[in-house]
């Protein structure tokens, strides 16, 4: 999907609002998937190889979980120079959410301004944030899976709770990495 709008679409009661990916890989470039809204997953649920290049995911909401993307159970979501942000979930996430196994990679990114979790990761699962910036979420990164920063800034995440920058319970690496202001 090249240069296109994906918006105001709903999934209802199900998934995936503007998008759902399962058995084919898929590719967006220089796209918008936003104001979207689902039970779970309100702009995209991924269930195979979702690559978001130079793409926005913004606007998007759950009444359930997973505002922005969901990617799944022993998925791959690779984002590249693109923005994620504003999605709301009324529970769990709000940015990206990794199931168990999911392999993230975000470079050259921004996860920003969610009503939850920016990005979160569960166990088996693993992130690696290269050259981004994580802001202005309830909390930056949270969860249990492998966790790699590198040359990235996360900034300005507020929680009533503990570890508003990161809170991990999961192998965690940082790298030149600025964590401040949360």
């Known amino acids: 999907i090249t240069d296109s709008t994906i918006n105001g679409n709903s999934g209802g009661s199900g998934a995936g609002g503007g998008i759902l990916t399962s058995r084919n890989p898929l590719t967006l470039t220089n796209s918008r998937v ?30 359930s979980d997973y505002g922005g993307i969901a990617t799944g159970v022993g998925s791959n979501l ?21 199931l168990y196994s999911a392999e993230v990679t975000i470079t050259g990114s921004e996860i920003s301004g969610h009503s939850g ?4 990761i569960n166990p088996g699962a693993s992130l690696t944030v290269t050259s981004s910036a994580i802001r202005r979420n309830s909390t930056g990164i949270a969860g249990g899976g492998t966790l790699t920063v590198v040359a990235s800034t996360i900034s300005e995440n507020s929680t009533p709770d503990s570890g508003g920058g990161i809170s991990s319970s999961g192998p965690l690496t940082v790298i030149d990495s600025e964590i401040v202001n949360n």
């Open 78 to 98: 690779e984002v590249v120079d693109s923005k994620i942000n504003g999605n709301t979930a009324e529970n769990v996430n709000a940015g990206i959410y990794a």
């Open 117 to 120: 979790t920016g990005i979160h």
């Open 34 to 63: 936003i104001a979207n809204s689902a039970f779970t997953a309100g702009g995209i649920i991924n269930l195979d190889h979702l690559v978001l290049y130079q793409t926005e995911v913004s606007g998007n909401s759950a009444s």
